[in-house]
């Protein structure tokens, strides 16, 4: 593990474990200008892990979903610090906190830490995936059949045109769900689900589980089966994802 991995581990736990306080304790919730929530968690988090990079990295920029940038610099930390904010003021405990470090706009470490499980899973670029520090990987099943397949916002779905693939695609698995936000990537990175699709996301929702899912062995694509984190992506097992892509083909 290298130094800079170490650091962002104690960084994203110490920034994820001071939502704990706001869970589940009637924490008061704000609207953003795009209307998604916010709240005090989401922002106190983000601060402690900045004032960290700062202490540790003085000179790096940093990508924050409530801060914003500090620089247009590729080379940065990426944070979010509440991915899952609707399931966290809905004392869901699906929620994570993701940091990632990025060299010219590829992760090549991230974290998605999840404190209310007190469960994380971290990768560095070229090393593997890890599971609460033992390698995990992505499941071995060949086809949609059989699999288990989650999904983002059902009325995101909708709107971006993936609902009726995504309903043909229930037809052929085991199951759909809707384990929405880092949960899902997370579950595909550890081998319990077979995919997991999302119609649109922000950079910070994806750099981090982009990487986990790769360095466990799977595939991070967007919808034309580019690599790397988009604002629309598929994260499989590798194995069902050019079906996936197939069947998601407009």
């Known amino acids: 593990m290298s130094p800079r991995l170490e650091f962002a581990l104690n960084a ?27 709240t005090v968690a989401d922002k106190g988090a983000e601060r402690i892990i900045r004032e960290e990079i700062a202490k540790a990295y003085p000179n790096d920029a940093i990508l924050g979903e409530e801060e914003g940038e500090t620089s247009s610099e590729r080379t940065r930390w990426v944070i979010d610090p509440i991915d899952g904010t609707k399931s966290f003021i ?6 994570s906190t993701l940091l990632s470090y990025e ?3 590829e992760p090549v470490l991230a974290i998605a830490y999840f404190p209310a499980l007190n469960e994380i899973v971290y990768a560095e670029k ?35 045109g993936r609902m009726e693939p995504f309903i043909e ?5 085991l199951a759909t769900r809707t384990w929405c936000d880092a949960y899902g990537h997370f579950l595909v990175a550890t081998g319990r689900i077979e995919a997991m699709v999302e119609p649109i996301v922000n950079h910070w929702d994806v750099s981090s589980v ?17 690599p ?11 194995l069902v994802h050019d079906e996936l892509l197939e069947a998601f083909r407009i």
């Open 228 to 238: 790397g984190p988009h604002n629309h992506v598929i994260s499989s097992n590798g």
């Open 12 to 38: 994203a736990i110490k920034g994820g474990k001071s939502t704990l306080a706001h869970f589940n304790a009637g924490t008061a919730v704000e609207l953003k200008h795009d209307m998604t929530p916010v």
């Open 90 to 95: 809905c004392g869901v405990p699906l929620f």
């Open 103 to 105: 060299i010219d706009g």
């Open 169 to 173: 695609i229930a037809k052929r698995t």
């Open 126 to 160: 070229g090393q593997g995936a890890f599971w609460n520090g033992t390698p995990c990987h992505v499941s071995k099943k060949e086809k949609l059949e059989g699999a288990v397949v989650s999904c983002g916002s059902h009325a995101s779905m909708v709107k971006y």
């Open 210 to 226: 982009s990487l986990i899912v790769a360095e466990a062995g799977g595939r991070f694509t967007n919808y034309e089966g580019v």
